[in-house]
């Protein structure tokens, strides 16, 4: 501390004052400025780590080789579809037609008066919702032909299907020629038509007499203009044709059999038995006629002539109807001036004719309850939409006398996502009858709903090869390609190489390292032209930093198997002044030599060597390397099997519900226990596995919690339940709450649990979760995850792991900005000093507080002095006066 | 009190006020405090007795001179302290902005 000297001058206070008051002030400066210097510091740290993380940012994109290896994608028509690729795909043009699209089901009930009323008596019953493929044709069944057509044709105008009128005219005198009519308009009115069968009067022949001509008769009996039999003039009554005789003219070998089956006509029965029936298979009209001649009473018997009556002969015509078929599976409306004639009614319809429903039990079923309590329209739709399984429910009104229908539209697209709608009671009581006869819909049974739209998948080629998918976006139609498809029609589809992506990942790549190399050497380095040094100018931190950065690039990748293992190779170098360069030219080439291997030279690649052993990811602990995978353990599913075989058949009684524990943990937890209830019927087996999945899985406790089982028959005919996870937390275990008993059905069941994965990787311990491999902190093999889907216990060969340099270098920051790294530890102690310092400041701020309050108290006290020196010197001058006055 | 008591405090006065320039002069502000403690003790006694006592001739002569040179030495007291307090409340105005520097900013 400096010295005050004193002059002893009056003139000096004021340069003692200043003098004390710059020795005072010294400390204080010099906080200041030392603060200043760590302040200044830190701001270059923070430029320092904001360029680090600048870089880290920018290196996100790059640290998966996949993300080099993309394809795009590009439709010569967007409007048919758009497509996503993936490093899987492979380059070339695909031609894509795009036939139909793929749609949900919907179902409307018919109209009721009110959306509110209860509909029923409000007996408890259940409505269960499976999904699944309907087969067999929608359409409309005619009845035969009316009228008559057979002679007068069907009068142009009597039909029109979907506003098509149907061009028809006298010729149109049978079921096949109006099929053929209606055919010819296939294209607009998106039906198909096929004439049913024609047979002859199932009783013709019932009271067939022996025929007998006189002198001047003769008979021939025809069937569609083939002669079955025939007798000349003077023959009694049998000897010539008799039933019998008939029957041995059908009787194999015989050229009448041969001209029959020439004309398409079939037969069964048999003229003695009365029930003989011919029957034309194309639909045409099949005439019989009994051709007589000769005087009026000249022939005897034949057609219904059992008591020998005089036969003037007789001509029949068997007509049949049709059969409609809508293309695309929705409903037909049938019009015109005389549908009736044609066998047709007029107005909209359509049901699957002879159709089969199979469930698919990859879609989750479901069931709702009505009762008394929610028994109209709007609560039944409330109550599908509220049970969340798969179908949406909407009222809408068409303003007509009972406008309100119920329509479900199922929430999958698809041709296995139609519905079957079933309705059961409890125990032995029938479901109520009201809604029974609303929403009863069963491709193979009763369809009291319409269907107004068909479940459908999306239909396309591609090089000519047909394709199916549920919904319009195709995945795997093309290998590594999603497409999206909008509409129909027809498109290429060009799958490049995306060289535009890769080469812009790569300057990224540069331009990011070139950045943080200029804000590190601005701050360590010497401004020549401004004559300032940076501020962390000999830092050892962010020299550290700087070499580290360096010597990763400059060093080789190991462990990699592709053409590059450095930078140099695809033309990335420095130059003289510390910068990164890219050589377009050697760049291409290696984009046009190996694609493929420049992600690997940036990003982080995982490749095993078994196809049923799959990379997963990696942690930046994993150490680069080629790794020996030995499985002592596969993964597998817990299961519960049944004692027995399945029956044949297996009625579930109305009302069945099972608790069903899935997936649960030790100690047990009920939220993995839920009540599934299923489907009342009769299953086979097959359908059985299929009704036991989709109904558990239907439940939302589980789908929520992402459980699902699969059901399945085994070779010995038992039902398998196992659960869709794998490991030591799969396990599935049943019990009956009430209807039919699990015990009735899995008897004696085994339950088994399901095992993790076991085995080591490079001969480093791993850890087994399900059928995923992670291996161990601490070994070199940290962090490294694979998943092992299938094979056998034993060696399964290697798992490689390499690290590219952006992958790398994203570690790196990540270390150096981390809570220990050194760019953090270097600020915190940065900030500890300057946190010092203010303490520091604040104590001698402090003292300053107390030279201030001495200053203040001797202030005063001098303020004090000078009031008694006013005194004082009033009295001596008063004194003085008193002096002077008395002298 | 005797004549020659009352000369010997105005005489002690006299000498305490030289006293007091000196400490002035010398910055000494507690010292100075401390004379005129003992100055305004002095004038208490003189109010006090004074009056009764009438000096004469020389003696009232040797009383104005006295009077005469603490009226002086009085001034040149004043003379010094005036600065010095003017330069003490800046100095408190100072240390007191100081303060509110380091309140505010947490010390620079």
């Known amino acids: 501390m400096a010295t005050i000297s004193t002059s002893g001058s009056i003139l000096d206070v004021n340069s003692i004052v200043s003098q004390l008051m710059a020795v005072e002030q010294q400390p204080l400066t010099k906080y200041a400025q030392k603060t200043a210097s760590y302040q200044a510091s830190l701001s270059a740290y923070g430029s320092l780590s904001g360029a680090v993380g600048v870089f880290q940012a920018s290196l996100g994109g790059l640290t998966k080789a996949t993300d080099f290896n993309t394809l795009s994608a590009t439709p010569s028509n967007a409007d048919v579809l758009s497509a996503s690729a993936t490093s899987k795909a492979v380059a070339g043009n695909y031609k894509v037609n795009v036939s139909q699209l793929a749609q949900a089901q919907t179902l409307t009930t018919p109209g009721i008066t009110s959306s509110k009323s209860a509909i029923g008596l409000g007996g408890k019953t259940t409505i269960s919702f499976q999904f699944g493929s309907a087969s067999g044709g929608f359409g409309l069944a005619g009845e035969t032909l009316k009228g008559p057509i057979a002679s007068t044709g069907l009068s142009n105008g009597s039909l029109t299907i979907n506003g098509t009128a149907i061009a028809t005219d006298s010729t149109t005198t049978s079921a096949r020629a109006l099929a053929e009519a209606i055919n010819a308009k296939s294209t607009t009115t998106g039906v198909t038509a096929s004439a049913t069968p024609a047979s002859s009067d199932a009783a013709l022949f019932a009271g067939f007499g022996d025929v007998e001509t006189g002198v001047d008769g003769t008979y021939a009996l025809k069937v569609g203009g083939v002669q079955i039999g025939a007798q000349g003039a003077g023959v009694a009554a049998g000897d010539g044709i008799t039933a019998a005789s008939i029957d041995e003219a059908l009787t194999s070998p015989s050229t009448v059999l041969t001209a029959l089956a020439d004309a398409g006509i079939t037969f069964t029965g048999t003229a003695a038995g009365g029930d003989l029936q011919f029957t034309r298979t194309d639909g045409a009209n099949l005439d019989i006629d009994e051709v007589v001649t000769g005087s009026a009473a000249g022939v005897t018997g034949g057609l219904g002539s059992s008591g020998g009556e005089v036969n003037a002969g007789s001509s029949k015509t068997a007509l049949s109807g049709i059969s409609l078929k809508s293309t695309d599976a929705s409903p037909i409306t049938i019009a015109g001036s005389n549908p009736a004639g044609a066998g047709l009614a007029a107005g909209t319809g359509g049901t699957y004719l002879g159709g089969t429903f199979t469930q698919d039990a990859n879609i989750a079923s479901g069931i709702v309850t009505i009762d008394a309590t929610n028994n109209s329209l709007e609560g039944i739709r409330d109550a599908v939409n509220k049970a969340g399984l798969g179908v949406t429910a909407t009222i809408v009104s068409d303003g007509s006398s009972n406008p309100y229908h119920l329509v479900f539209t199922s929430n999958a697209t698809g041709a296995n996502a139609s519905m079957k709608i079933g309705l059961s009671g409890t125990d032995t009581d029938p479901p109520d009858s009201a809604l029974a006869d609303l929403l009863a819909y069963d491709p193979s049974g009763a369809q009291k709903m319409t269907q107004t739209s068909a479940a459908q998948d999306t239909r396309l080629t591609v090089n000519g090869i047909a394709v199916t998918s549920k919904s319009n976006n195709v995945g795997e139609a093309i290998q590594g390609v999603t497409l999206t498809v909008t509409q129909t029609g027809a498109s290429t589809l060009a799958i490049s190489k995306n060289t535009s992506q890769v080469k812009s990942n790569v300057e990224s790549f540069v331009k990011a390292y070139n950045d943080l190399n200029g804000t590190l050497k601005k701050l360590t380095g010497y401004d020549a032209e401004n004559k300032t040094a940076g501020a962390l100018q000999g830092d050892a931190t962010a020299t550290s930093i700087q070499s580290q950065v360096r010597r990763m690039l400059t060093s080789n990748i190991s462990g990699l198997s592709g053409a590059y293992s450095n930078l140099g190779q695809v033309g990335i170098s420095f130059s003289k002044d510390g910068t990164l360069t890219l050589d377009s030219t050697k760049f291409q080439k290696a984009i046009d030599t190996n694609f493929g291997d420049i992600g690997a030279l940036f990003g982080a690649v995982g490749n095993t060597s078994d196809n049923l052993v799959s990379f997963t990811s990696s942690t930046s602990a994993t150490k680069p390397g080629t790794y020996e995978l030995s499985i002592t353990q596969m993964a597998s599913q817990g299961a519960l099997t049944s004692g027995d075989p399945v029956a044949p058949s297996t009625t579930i009684a109305a009302d069945t519900t099972w608790a069903v524990t899935l997936n649960d943990t030790t100690p047990s937890n009920s939220k993995n226990t839920a009540t599934v209830t299923l489907p009342a019927g009769t299953y086979t087996p097959a359908e059985l596995a299929k009704v036991v999945q989709s109904s558990i899985n239907g439940t939302s406790a589980f789908s929520s919690a992402g459980s699902s089982v699969t059901a399945s028959i085994d070779t010995d005919g038992k039902l398998v339940v196992s659960s869709a996870k794998y490991g030591s937390l799969s396990n599935i275990a049943l019990s009956s709450t009430s209807g039919t008993s699990t015990d009735s059905l899995f008897g004696g069941a085994t339950a088994v649990a399901g095992m993790d994965v076991a085995g080591t990787l490079g001969g480093h311990p791993v850890i087994g979760s399900g059928q995923t491999l992670t291996g161990l902190a601490g070994t070199d093999v940290e962090g490294l995850k694979i998943d092992v889907t299938g094979g056998a216990v034993g060696s399964r060969g290697t798992v490689s792991f390499s690290q590219g340099y952006a992958y790398q270098l994203n570690n790196l920051a990540t270390t150096m900005l981390g809570k220990t790294g050194q760019i953090t530890s270097r600020t915190d102690g940065i900030n500890k000093s300057i946190k010092d310092v203010e303490k520091q400041s604040a104590a001698f701020s402090d003292k300053l507080t107390g030279i201030e309050a001495r200053y203040r108290k001797q202030y005063s006290a001098l303020d004090v002095m000078l009031a008694n020196m006013q005194t004082t010197s009033s009295y001596l001058t008063q004194q003085l006066s008193a002096l002077a006055a008395n002298s | ?108």
Request: neutral net charge; hydrophobic residues 45%; aromatic residues 4%.
């Open chain 2, 1 to 108: 009190m005797t004549n020659h008591d009352v000369l010997c405090v105005y005489a002690a006065m006299g000498d305490l006020t030289t006293q007091m320039v000196a400490a002035a002069n010398a910055s000494d502000w507690e010292h100075l405090q401390d004379l005129e403690q003992r100055m305004t003790a002095h004038v208490a006694v003189l109010k006090a007795s004074e009056g009764m006592v009438r000096l004469e001739g020389e003696q009232r002569a040797r009383k104005a001179t006295l009077i005469k040179q603490m009226l002086d030495n009085d001034r040149k007291v004043r003379d010094l302290i005036t600065p010095w307090m003017a330069q003490l409340s800046r100095l408190i105005n100072s240390t007191g902005t100081e303060r509110r520097l380091v309140n505010a900013y947490g010390g620079v």
